[in-house]
């Protein structure tokens, strides 16, 4: 979907139509979730600190998020998916992968297939989207970035490498700024470059990802397209309206998000074995600590002393903190798909 | 303050206590050693609030005092100066700690000995002697099986239980299980403490290699150990222990004598070649022969061995961590040993054949549950 949130609130909100919207906290802490085309045009994208979003486009309006509403449209458009092919991966509430190489339909191009599939969510929800057509996941998602809005991008086997010779190593789908960053400095600017390093030198460079980057500089990427993404941790996050430096209160609000995460874990149906706390402090460095215990952290009673024992080494006075997290992985459901094998314990 | 000591007898007995310091403890005054001089004799503590080792030694001084010098510059000066009586000079008002050799002077800045923190009193509410080598070995047999899931606390320990006939530890970590029993060491009051695993470990690494006498006095909270010139000083686990005689199963039917050395080296070959998660093995006992066999589906890997054993009892099929079997065959001395079975989700049984008199040991671990049974 294009400027996803943006667009929603543009929709429900003709004042907002052909106008900079910035969807997020206008307050000074506040970061944009997502920007109309509007404001893509002076800069503003999503992630970025309200404050400078604002500084950038005098004009933006901010408004508030309203995830219930983002979740319907995602709702609707993935029932849309569903009458095309059972082969749906979502990436988020607005993005999924689509294996039609079979669809339900029957539509022997899926360029034909992408165009119908487009024009019924716009007519269920007065909102455009972009595709991306191609022989495999890396290569359609890459195409799905070339022509937004309301785009649609064919990569025919054929141009495969073409298209990728010549495409910025940082458009590629895989490869985050902190890599690509590093790519640069390698010399590394377009997918060419990327093609010359041997795969043994990307993995020495890059460890296990060096596979992959070797992978899609040829345009090769034999993942399927999984319907069943197993989750691998489940967690919560909070931005606070000011630094915390109490002690006190940070262990308070690392409670109350474990709460919310013992919520969520409820509602998933899962429990994990590892905890893992996230302290981003005022200058925005970033850590994390995590415990790993071999009985499952399935409710609040077991984070809990987990929370305070991980927490004992953290001294929020010194920096203030500006952002907590807690959440548990190593969930339940990654074991079960061991065969066999369960290790007993004793009924004490 | 002045005093002067033989380096090498400093070290030695710094040595025997530094394991209690921890890189990174609570309160910083903890990273020294708390030097106490009292009539021409040097009393140190070590500490980490939970566990505190204190020893002494003769010095040369004509003064008493106190300072808390860094234990890690001091251990590392120590050992790399020559034997030879060494000069502390004090400053009492600045802490300012100075060493002078032969070879020259060194200085360190102390802490204020006042700071330190106090280490519980003895108080012998109860007290019971045993040899260096009864306390080493219980610790050895049980220490290995105790667990390290905090939110059981009673089990980061090993459970002593005094009564008036034996004595006995048990360790657990949820998946097995260690019953070490001594009839040479029995008190009238009977009682029950948990020991920290840190403190245990510590002792094991102190406890004199010549047999010596240790005295162990308890009270609710806290535990000392005393042999030698030292004496440790713990902080008890204050946690119900789980009721460890009701999973101990009374009548195993299946019972399997094995050559203990062969059966162990057999575990170490054929684990290679388990799964690298569950370290799943299965033992199938058919008439007198043993089969081991392990595979790994992920990586089509498999092995199998057959041994001789005595088997009374109908065939069977168990799966166990082999991890766990090998460090269990590990802790026991006996030639041969006995596997007492019952069904393949049940608790099986480790016995030594041969005991010595005053000792009883047995050991239980719960099986891994195999995905098909043929």
Known sequence: MDAFFASVEQRDNPALRGKPVAVGGSSDRGVVAAASYEARKYGVHSAMPSMIAARKCPDLIFVKSRFDAYREVSRQIRDLFFEYTDLVEPLSLDEAFLDVTHNKKAIPSATLLARELKQRIFDETQLTASAGISVNKFLAKTASDVNKPDGLFLIPPDNVLDYITRMPIEHFYGIGNVTAMKMKKMGIIFGDDLRQYS?????????????????????????????????????????????????????????????????????????????????????????????????????????????????????????????????????????????????????? | MKFIVSSSALLKQLSSINGVITTNPVVPILENFLFEINEGKLVVTASDLQTSMITELEVESKENGNIAVPARILLDTLKNLPEQPVTFSIDEDSYSVEISSDNGRYKLAGENATDFPKVPNVSDDFAVDMSTDVLSSAINNTIFATSNDELRPAMTGVYMNLSDSNTTFVSTDGHRLIRYRRVDIASENGSTIIIPRKALNLLKSTLPAENTNVTVEFNMSNAFFKFNNIKMICRLIDERFPDYENVIPAENPNKMIIDRNEFLSSLKRIAIYANKTTHQVRLKIAGSELQISAEDLDFANEANERLSCEHDGSDIEIGFNARFLIEMLNNLHSDRVSFHLSEPNKAGLIIPEEQDENEDILMLVMPVMLNNYV
């Open chain 1, 199 to 348: 795969e043994s030198d990307l993995v020495t460079r890059f460890g296990k990802s060096g596979h992959f980057y070797y992978q899609i500089s040829r345009g090769i990427d034999n993942r399927p397209v999984n319907p069943e993404r197993i989750r691998k941790s489940i967690g919560a996050e909070n931005t606070f309206s000011r630094d915390i430096t109490e002690y006190s209160e940070m262990i308070d609000q690392l409670r109350n998000i474990a709460r919310e995460v013992d919520r969520r874990m409820k509602k998933a149906e899962t429990r994990g074995r590892t905890l893992t706390l996230k302290f981003k402090y005022h200058d925005f460095q970033l850590i994390t600590r995590s415990k790993t215990i071999s009985e499952w952290i399935d409710n609040f009673a077991r984070m809990e002393p987990l929370i305070e024992e991980i927490s004992s080494e953290i001294d929020p006075s010194e920096k203030g903190i500006r952002l907590l997290g807690v959440s548990v992985s190593n969930l339940e459901q990654d074991e079960d798909t061991r065969p066999g094998a369960l290790q007993l314990t004793l009924e004490f």
